[in-house]
């Protein structure tokens, strides 16, 4: 019941298998069920599964026996935090509790994606997940595979995936660490996105000292399906075949979600290695293309997609959700390495793998579409019925005739422990909120004011990523309207009616440390207003909450915070959490990360021909006049600037107003209807100057501004946070219209000047600032700090392998990347460097052609 | 004209290829990797992508396909066939081009906005643009560096085989800044950047690749005579 293209080859592996039954660990054979109830004093390694003892008290409680090795293992796994969600379960109801009525939602949360209807016959769906811990201890393959799960939570709802976005967050830009992670990270996104086929429209790039030790790589796909082709993940229908679809299974993985991504780190990360999943996107691509050949066909009755937690979670999932049993002969499933015990097969998360019922008559038509696609399809077992007096069916797994598993699936999928776990505000915050960065020494001739805008667009977080971008493929798929850097991701959905979506993921792990209520509410707003000045209206919400350890009180207080800030924006603004994750134990040692909620916004063109890009357009005649939208406060706690000029943190974040939000999301899509902007840019990090600078640069358009004289300084004017604004530019003849709708919506619109044939942004009375000179401070940042490591980790030999981490280790090897990073951060001072045969003249050439003038993407 | 897109496993940019021939008013078929039959096309894409995960060396096992095995004989024959990225790097392997593409010198993959002059309109594929025009369409490789020996080199210059080159800015390191060549007899035409990215003012930087596919319906009307008589399969 197999097939590949190779079809010699499947029936080798069930002969190996059964051979190998006599020389596996265990003694005379697998732990079976039947050993398990003759020796229930046997001593089981729960603890170095991540199990607590009461929760192995349970597992045997629910038996009635002690667990086989591998019902221990399947436990430990589902029972994880990563999958269980065991302590934020009680927190996370509130997303259903407070959905706002009335939406278009077709699936929500537990689902592997949420879905929302966009038109009568059409849906997206669209998911954000992160893959921090793998990708610090092996960043290619962690952030790789990240990129690959969320696809397949995509591709399992029935959709078609059509593009990737990636919030991204590392420790301080220039720490040796630093240039081993994103290297790798930025590769490995870029070699399984690009491979894949799946533009890469947006994202962040986040540098913080708090995430030296965990990065945070959080991944987000978006698909697309007509309504009626919605899958679901029930295995139902007694008698259907259970298929596996996909990859071989292998020894990587195993471990990753209990022990990887459930626990804190500590030294010693690197050994955890083999817990890292290794990807293989051209496997992707192809199970991408026959899955939905085989949901256009019909073929398809139950479908659920192996990620972490693989062949355990898909089985009990399935059957769980369907309320059936399940009988599964391990011994089927096509494996890469032969020798591998049931418990391995039940653990591993190799990638790329389906889970797929489907009824038996349509068997030989499934295992022919992957034929043609040359995938792995593998018949492994079929849906068993219900107990006779109702009560869910068992899920029963033999390997070679010995049962090693016998289990209800839904004390694995629903029944997990859960934890109101104790919650206690951090001690240091009143402290700390008292801290305000308000009084500290600011800039305030036009000189100073000068310096700071120039040292500001050159620091990391302000800087230009295009080192980072440009290794993404943003065009393929032909769809992609607005990519990064533009506040949104845009892409069409329906080339005949223009019908379009727009993506905005963001975050601020500051502000969610002053105040996690307030910070998650700010996250919701600036992934809203990006969604908004596009001229999209902004519909659900996807969110990644990555936060430090669950079993520490201030964490949880901090995601309790979080949770509910979130949970009561998203109720004001109408917009649904379809779904996303959670990640904990993002901590090494006692110190947690700054809790980080990242949210992401879908919004909806009827004809996205009508979106608004950022940059200034060309300016002809006088130019179009430029306005600033919504009201500035002196608001700097927690602003780039403090964190920047003063390596500050304290005070209080900026105030939210989500109505104010709404009413400017309103008044864009209203403005766009009728073609009154031709620019907007919403105002974040950095304030009035970084959105100034980087709307003139986008397109090499002057802007000749004058500060409103509203009594606030020209600094705060410049460098002030507060949420709720956005910069435009209105052609001539549209700005009567346009100041009246504003007013309409009620949005204060302050004219601040023109943009400006000259290659200059000028604010009067204060300073000019050529935008050669901002582009070259805009421009050199990252290059200078990783631009360099590439081609000197090249000197070690493998040019393959040359910023891919993924190469066999080897014992000093550690030791070569460090030097290259700590060369490459030297190069930042002394570039070009002239490095082991590499002319400098010849680095400097190849590494930065010189730019082209930033054509606009649209 | 009916021009043929091929589709590889991996194979990514196959619906934009052949979403930019319709755009440029060509029938449009899609060919499958494992097919021979060609099914009367007047023209063929190679699209971009990664065909078989790029295993062993970009292009290598494609070129084995059995639908390349009639292409790289009715290509012979005369049959007008772009590559485009990926399809430049198969037409190398198949050696209906010289040279080969070799991983970026900077080692990254690069997508940028990429200006290139047309350095040669004899072609196909370029006919209806004028002689040292300059073009925008996106580049996004990981292997595009183009390298052939230095005799190679000299012989495409001298031929006029060049057929446009990267200009403000190289973004792989080929030599002589080579983005597209073509055959002798200038209907096989390789390109590393993406012309069927640069068909539609709402999705591309310019129409600018626009040219590469209505320079061959303009090259099939002119030579339909030509081409039934010949008969190329």
Request: glycine share 12%.
């Amino acid at each position: 019941m197999t097939t590949q293209p190779d079809t010699s080859a499947a029936p080798k592996q069930t002969g190996f298998a059964a051979t190998d039954v006599l020389v596996n660990e265990f003694d005379g054979g697998p732990d079976t069920v039947q050993r398990a109830s003759g020796t229930p004093e046997e001593l089981q390694p729960h603890t170095e599964l991540g199990l607590k003892d009461d929760e192995y008290d349970r597992i045997r409680q629910i038996l009635g026996r002690r667990p086989t090795a591998s019902e221990l293992a399947m436990y430990s796994i589902m029972w994880s935090e990563h999958c269980s969600y065991k302590s934020s379960k009680v927190h996370l109801r509130q997303f259903g509790d407070k959905a706002p009525q009335g939406t278009r939602m077709l699936a929500g949360i537990g689902e592997n994606a949420g879905v929302v209807q966009i038109s009568d016959d059409l849906a997206v769906t669209f998911k954000v997940e992160s893959h921090n811990h793998p990708s610090f201890v092996e960043p290619y393959q962690g952030a790789a595979t990240g990129v690959g799960g969320i696809v397949r939570d995509i591709l399992a709802m029935g959709a078609r995936p059509i593009a990737v976005m990636d919030p991204l967050r590392f420790g301080a830009a220039d720490h040796p660490d630093t240039a081993r992670v994103l290297p790798g990270v930025v590769a490995g996104i870029g070699g399984y996105g690009n491979c894949l086929g799946l533009p890469n429209i947006g994202g962040e790039i986040v540098f913080d000292p708090t995430y030296q030790g965990n990065p945070l790589v959080n991944a987000l796909s978006i698909g697309v399906l007509p309504v009626e082709r919605l899958q679901h993940k029930e295995a139902a229908g007694v008698g259907n075949v259970v298929v596996l679809l996909g990859a071989r299974t292998g020894r990587d993985g195993i471990g990753g979600v209990s022990v990887l991504a459930s626990a804190t780190f500590d030294e010693g990360a690197e050994q955890r290695r083999p817990s890292v999943q290794v990807g293989d996107p051209f496997m992707e691509k192809l199970l991408i293309e026959s899955c939905l050949e085989l949901y256009d066909a019909g073929l398809v009755a139950g479908i659920q997609d192996l990620g972490g937690a693989g062949l355990t979670c898909a089985l009990t999932e399935t059957a769980a959700a369907a309320g059936t049993g399940m009988r599964v002969w391990l011994e089927r499933v096509p494996l890469r390495e032969a020798s591998m015990s049931p418990t391995e097969i039940l653990a591993s998360e190799s990638q790329e793998r389906m889970l797929l019922i489907v009824t038996p008559e349509n068997l030989e038509r499934v295992l022919a579409v992957a034929e043609k696609w040359g995938v792995w399809a593998t018949a492994i077992g079929e849906v068993t019925p219900a107990g006779d007096d109702g009560s869910p069916g068992r899920l029963v797994i033999t390997w070679n005739d010995h049962v090693v598993v016998d289990v209800p699936p839904g004390s694995l999928a629903d029944d997990g422990p859960v934890y109101a776990r104790p919650i206690r505000e951090p001690a240091d915050l009143i402290l700390l909120q008292a801290d305000k960065a308000e009084t500290l020494p600011r800039p305030s001739t036009g000189d100073e004011l000068r310096e700071t805008v120039l040292r500001m667009i050159a620091s990391p977080n302000l800087c230009d990523k295009s080192w980072v971008t440009e290794q993404y493929d943003r065009y393929v798929l032909g769809n992609t309207v607005l990519a990064q850097p533009e506040d949104s991701g845009v892409l069409r959905i329906d080339e005949n009616t223009g019908l379009g979506v727009a993506l905005s993921v963001d975050g601020n792990g500051r502000f969610a440390r002053l105040d996690p209520y307030e910070g998650a509410k700010l996250a919701l707003a600036e992934a809203y207003r990006n969604v908004g000045v596009t001229g999209a209206e902004p519909v659900a919400v996807t969110d990644c909450l990555n936060f430090g350890s669950p079993e520490d009180p201030a964490v949880m207080w901090q995601f309790a915070e979080a949770v509910r800030g979130l949970a009561d924006g998203c109720q004001q603004l109408g917009t649904p959490v379809t779904g996303g994750n959670v990640s904990f134990y993002n901590q090494t040692g006692a110190a947690a990360i700054h809790p980080t909620p990242v949210v992401g916004v879908l919004g909806v063109f009827d004809d996205v021909a009508r979106r608004i890009p950022m940059g200034f357009p060309a300016a002809t005649g006088e130019g179009d006049l430029i306005f600033l939208l919504g009201e500035t406060s002196c608001e700097l706690s927690g602003s780039e600037w403090a964190w920047v000029t003063h390596g500050h943190l304290g005070g209080r974040p900026p105030k939210v107003d989500l109505e104010a939000e709404r009413r400017l999301a309103m008044l864009m899509a209203r403005a766009s209807q009728s073609g009154h902007v031709s620019a907007a840019h919403d105002l974040s990090d950095g304030g009035l100057a970084q959105a100034l600078v980087e709307s003139c640069l986008r397109r090499n358009v002057g802007a000749k501004v004058a500060l409103p004289d509203d009594g606030q300084s020209a600094f705060v004017h410049l460098f002030s946070e507060s949420a709720g604004r956005a910069l435009v530019a209105v052609p001539r003849g549209h700005d009567k219209a346009f100041v009246a709708l504003a007013a309409e919506y009620g949005v204060p619109c302050a004219a601040l000047g023109a943009t400006s044939a000259e290659a200059v942004l000028d604010v009067r009375d204060q300073f000019t600032l050529p935008l050669d000179e901002a582009r070259t401070a805009y421009e050199a940042t990252l290059p200078a700090l990783f631009g360099g490591v590439a081609e000197l980790a090249n000197r070690h030999g493998d040019p393959e392998h040359a910023a891919d981490p993924t190469a066999p280790a080897s014992p000093d090897r550690g030791d070569e990347v460090l030097v290259a990073a700590a060369s490459g951060a030297a190069m930042e001072s002394a570039a070009p460097v002239e490095a082991d045969g590499i002319p400098a003249a010849s680095v400097a050439e190849v590494k930065e052609p010189s730019p082209n003038g930033d054509a606009p993407t649209a | 004209m009916r021009i043929g897109v091929v589709t590889f496993p991996g194979s990514l940019d196959d619906g934009d290829a052949a979403r930019a021939a319709r755009i440029a008013g060509a029938d449009v078929v899609r060919l499958w990797h494992g097919d021979p039959d060609l099914h009367g096309v007047d023209a063929v894409v190679l699209p971009g992508g990664f065909s078989y995960g790029d295993a062993l060396r970009c292009g290598a096992i494609a070129r084995f396909a059995p639908v390349m095995e009639t292409i790289v004989d009715a290509a012979r024959g005369g049959l007008p066939v772009l590559g485009i990225c990926n399809g430049f790097q198969i037409l190398c392997e198949a050696h209906l081009l010289p040279g080969a593409l070799t991983r970026n010198q900077h080692l990254h993959f690069r997508n940028r906005d990429q200006f290139l002059r047309v350095e040669s309109t004899d072609t196909a594929w370029t006919n209806n643009f004028t002689g040292g025009q300059e073009i925008l369409i996106p580049v996004k490789n990981g292997e595009g560096c183009f390298v052939a020996d230095e005799r190679t080199l000299d012989q495409l210059e001298a031929e006029g085989r060049v057929v446009a080159r990267y200009i403000r800015g190289n973004p792989n390191g080929s030599q002589r800044d080579i983005a597209a060549i073509t055959n002798e007899a200038g209907n096989v035409v390789g390109i590393m950047p993406h012309p069927e990215h640069a068909v539609e003012q709402l999705t591309g930087p310019s129409l600018d690749g626009l040219g590469f596919f209505t320079s061959v319906l303009r090259a099939l009307a002119g030579s339909t005579a030509g081409a039934q008589a010949g008969g190329h399969q």
